[in-house]
């Protein structure tokens, strides 16, 4: 009994040894790379030296980071919200049966996330364009002064309005998933009672999409953090609004491959991920409190 219960444990880790492996060496190895190589400094005289906590030290008290840190927040808080709120309505409006060619109204939905980030910046930074895109052919056309959507009070905004279109269809697909799981013995027993559709979407649909809306929102938050694609391809048509320090991932680039500062830019990625993991777990812990009140 013993070396049969040995032989299935030995068969059950087995199945699991291959993404232990690319675990540790895709998401393991480059983490302690990055937080080796923060633990040091290459100066002209001496070297590389370690410097312990020094780079840390630096990096909290660095402005530019501090501003990029703040811009990619205020992302989130706004554009976040607004994202995951469109994409409840359609997979609402999906769910609902009353939309003709549901079908192709989710697939018309999803086709924006099958575009690359880059392609989709490249396309919108022409149309955001007031002399060669269409903004630009629309003031021609009707003689009207319509906002630079790439200026420095317009372009975190224009950066929203890309990544909003590219992800509302992914994260409808999650709570669409997640509305076709409710039993349907749910909505025949509203229905005995008199629920109408508002009632049950409001007692039975939003309640059941908690744990769908929590796992959106904390993907929301890792990919908010990590803004990069669109910012970098917008910089070349704005290069006075978008700076290198525009996002923390943009600064810890130009750190690395334009300043050459490759243990400052680690230490600059390591405190964002931990900014990153912090957001994630407040998300989660807020949620969580409020499922316990209710």
């Known amino acids: 009994m013993r070396r049969a219960a040995l032989r299935r444990n030995l068969t059950a880790h087995a199945f699991f040894l291959p993404f232990l492996v690319v675990f540790a060496l895709a998401v393991i190895a480059p983490l302690a790379y ?29 402005d530019l980071f501090h501003v990029g840190l703040g811009r990619v927040a205020l992302f989130f808080v706004v554009q976040v919200p607004l994202m995951l709120l469109l994409a409840l309505a359609a997979a609402l409006a999906i769910d609902s049966g009353r939309l003709r060619a549901p079908g192709l109204f989710r697939v018309g939905l999803f086709i924006p996330y099958a575009v690359p980030g880059v392609v989709a910046a490249l396309m919108w930074g022409y149309l955001y364009g007031d002399r060669f895109g269409l903004v630009g052919e629309i003031e021609d056309l009707l003689h009207v002064d319509l906002p630079d959507f790439l200026s420095q009070g317009w372009m975190l905004a224009s950066i929203g309005n890309i990544v909003t279109w590219s992800y509302v269809g992914y994260n409808m697909l999650i709570l669409y998933a997640a509305l076709r799981a409710i039993p349907d013995e749910l909505y025949e027993a509203a229905e005995m009672d008199g629920a109408g559709h508002i009632r049950q979407a409001w007692s039975i649909k939003l309640p059941a999409l908690r744990p769908a809306l929590l796992l959106t929102t904390i993907f929301s938050v890792i990919g908010t953090f990590q803004l990069f694609n669109e910012p970098s391809v917008l910089q070349a048509l704005s290069p006075a609004v978008i700076t290198t320090n525009y996002t923390p991932n943009m600064y810890a680039f130009s750190l690395a491959f334009d300043g050459r500062q490759f243990n400052y830019s680690a230490a600059i990625a390591v405190v964002l991920g931990l900014v990153t993991v912090l957001v994630a777990y407040a998300v989660q812990l807020v949620t969580a409190r409020r499922e316990r009140m209710l």
Request: net charge neutral; charged share 20%; glycine share 10%.
């Open 34 to 62: 990055a937080i080796n190589l923060s633990l040091y400094q290459d100066k002209m005289i001496g070297g590389t030296t370690f410097t312990g906590f020094d780079n840390y030290t630096k990096a909290f008290k660095d």
